[in-house]
């Protein structure tokens, strides 16, 4: 059930911020009038910021969530981040451009 909690807990934090992000991208990013290329520069922007900054977010939350405090949490970044991210990339990247 703590599992659970900490995900929800996150959840409602990253459901927030990823709504004010593609505000903040829509408000900011120059409108080129074509939908393909508008769509593409929000992917970039998305996969070049905010993603790898989620990575870093997501693993030090939970691990502070968790207990092991801020020593856990680098811990879990320099052994996870790399593999996160990539994943992120590789599984959620298609489907956003799709």
Same mark, same amino acid.
């Given at each position: 059930?703590? =599992?659970?909690?900490?995900? &929800?807990?996150?959840?409602?934090? %990253?459901?927030?911020?990823?709504?004010?992000?593609?505000?903040?991208?829509?408000?900011? #990013?120059?409108?080129?009038?074509?939908?393909? &290329? %508008? !769509? #593409? @520069?929000?992917? /970039?922007?998305?996969?070049?910021?905010? !993603?790898?900054?989620?990575?870093? /977010?997501? @693993?030090? /939350?939970?691990?502070?969530?968790?207990?092991?405090?801020?020593?856990?949490?680098?811990?879990? @970044?320099? =052994? %996870?981040?790399?593999?996160? #991210? =990539?994943?992120?990339?590789?599984?959620? #990247?298609?489907? /956003?451009? @799709?």
């Amino acid at each position: 059930f703590e =599992r659970v909690c900490r995900y &929800a807990f996150f959840g409602a934090i %990253d459901g927030c911020a990823g709504h004010n992000w593609f505000e903040a991208l829509d408000s900011s #990013l120059p409108k080129s009038g074509e939908w393909v &290329a %508008d !769509t #593409l @520069l929000k992917v /970039v922007a998305d996969s070049a910021l905010y !993603t790898p900054g989620w990575c870093i /977010v997501f @693993l030090g /939350v939970m691990a502070i969530l968790e207990g092991r405090g801020v020593v856990g949490a680098i811990s879990d @970044l320099q =052994r %996870d981040f790399l593999e996160l #991210l =990539r994943g992120n990339y590789g599984f959620t #990247l298609p489907f /956003v451009v @799709l």
